[in-house]
Nanobody, 128 residues
Framework: QVQLVESGGGSVQAGGSLRLSCAASGYTSSYRSYCMGWFRQAPGKEREGVAGILSDGSTSYADSVKGRFTISKDNVKNIVYLQMNSLKPEDTAMYYC????????????????????WGQGTQVTVSS
């Protein structure tokens, strides 16, 4: 059974930090090059790609989070992290982990379509 379990969400004041974790289990990718990614969806808005990491370790970020967020992966534990610094109220959203998307470049990891597995989400709320 495939599981993506997110944790680390919460409430924080603007300027603060949070680290999200996504523990993946129950699958082995059949792709030679594949992604894990973080997405978010704010109330009334479409889900958007925030950060992605390719199996070769290369990363991509949405312009809105560049320089503030960092995605990383523990390949032994199969956990992907999203370190979020200098948080802003506009970062408030439900954050979702996604896994197992074929991709030749890390920029593709920000595209919602193509992912085989999704987590249930973890809420991040940033107050001003």
């Amino acid at each position: 059974q495939v599981q993506l379990v997110e944790s680390g969400g919460g409430s924080v004041q603007a300027g603060g930090s949070l680290r999200l974790s996504c523990a993946a289990s129950g699958y082995t990718s059949s792709y030679r090059s594949y992604c894990m990614g973080w997405f978010r969806q704010a109330p009334g808005k479409e889900r958007e790609g925030v950060a992605g990491i390719l199996s070769d370790g290369s990363t991509s970020y949405a312009d809105s989070v560049k320089g503030r967020f960092t995605i990383s992966k523990d390949n032994v534990k199969n956990i992907v992290y999203l370190q979020m610094n200098s948080l802003k109220p506009e970062d408030t959203a439900m954050y979702y982990c996604a896994a197992d998307r074929a991709a030749p470049w890390s920029s593709w990891c920000l595209l919602e379509s193509g992912y085989n597995y999704w987590g249930q989400g973890t809420q991040v709320t940033v107050s001003s």
